[in-house]
């Protein structure tokens, strides 16, 4: 894509400006350095600025028909722009802070920009965490190993979960909400809610996966999001790549929590509402990043500590607050999701039940899964069978890798056979 290499050379040539600026004043940055980085961070944001937010700024200005609709329409949004972005804008600051050297081989730029595994579906990698691995790398059996098995994992997550999570909430949320019963409604926001964990996760489970097998060690992205007891927690373990580029880029520059209590409010607010607006050209994604971001201002408050035996009502505040959000999420518009809320709380039994359709023996089993799969059940699976087996290393060491086979074996079956395949991401 023309757009990709404008990126690559672009955010090359101000890295190497900026280098350049800094060795010749001692490394230190002058008000040149930091108008070559204004520049350089500007160049990448038009670019962001223009092919997903122009046609949403005109509409909102009422200024649209100043445009033929022709040439509106023809504005596309290019598929993993948002991510590779700001993949730019980390390396120029990066560098910008010292907390990397710049690449003097534009293939290594290329390679760090345009990395297939996670270019379109993340995570988002700061440069600083890769920046010795691009130079330099080590090949490992055992990283080979988990690489392959980790991505088995990820493309299971998302063929076998949320594809089939998919078939029911695309079945409510592209009817006439209006149309639809209660119950149907609500099927589809709780599929919705592991649809969107299970791709998002699987896909970065994917990338971290193949990642491992050509020698990168790509940090963790989720990290069970829905067990968390707080909003605060929420984001510390759901899509954590963008939770920390905002924090070091954003937040972090704003004055973070270091200038008053306002001003840290203030600062978390505006993280929250870019974060909305980075998924989408929409007052839904405001709205949805608004809702995330008052919440945590109000757990900043003091509020009454909850006795033990209460402590589940933290969970369940948080996955209330999180399957709501959802609704704005997924809606396309505002009007949509103000009904959507309402026959959620207000009963409604007329209407439409045809998502229970694909409520088959079958998908009861997905359902299933994945509410388990949603807590680190995994993971005491496999302690349990190292504790059951640790005499039996054989039959240990045997019995992973052929689960995993089964699983891959069962995946492809599932995707031929299945023919719904969504990509939700052409949204980002």
Known sequence: SILLIYSIIWNYLSGILIAKNQKNNGGNNTKKTKMILSISIIGNLLLLGYYKYFVFLLHSLGLSYYF?????????MPIGISFFTFHGISYIVDIYRKEATAVKNIIDMGLYISFFPQLIAGPII?????????????FKIDDIQYGINRFIRGLAKKIILANNFALVADSVFNSNISDVSSPSLWLGIICYTLQIYYDFSGYSDMAIGLGKTMG?????????PYISKSIQEFWRRWHISLSTWFKEYVYIPLGGNRKGKSRMLFNLLTVF?????????SYNFLIWGLIHGLCIILEKLPLPILPKG????????????VILAWVFFRVETL???????KKLFFF??????????YFSPYFGIILILGILFVIPIRIKIINLLNTVLKKQELILITIKPVLYLLLFVFTILELSSLSYNPFIYFRF
Not at 126 to 138: F, W
Not at 310 to 321: A, D, P
Not at 348 to 357: E, M, N, R, T, V
């Open 68 to 76: 033929t609709p022709s040439y509106l329409s023809g504005i596309i």
């Open 126 to 138: 700061k440069y600083h965490d890769v920046d010795t691995q691009l130079k330099s790398r080590t």
């Open 216 to 224: 990168f060690h790509f940090k963790e992205n989720f990290n069970y």
């Open 273 to 281: 509402i870019l974060t909305g607006f980075w998924h989408g050209a």
């Open 310 to 321: 209460l402590q589940f009502l933290k969970h369940i505040y948080v996955m209330t607050v």
């Open 335 to 341: 009007t949509e999701s103000v009904i959507y809320l």
């Open 348 to 357: 409604d039994l007329k209407g439409s039940y045809y998502p229970f359709i």
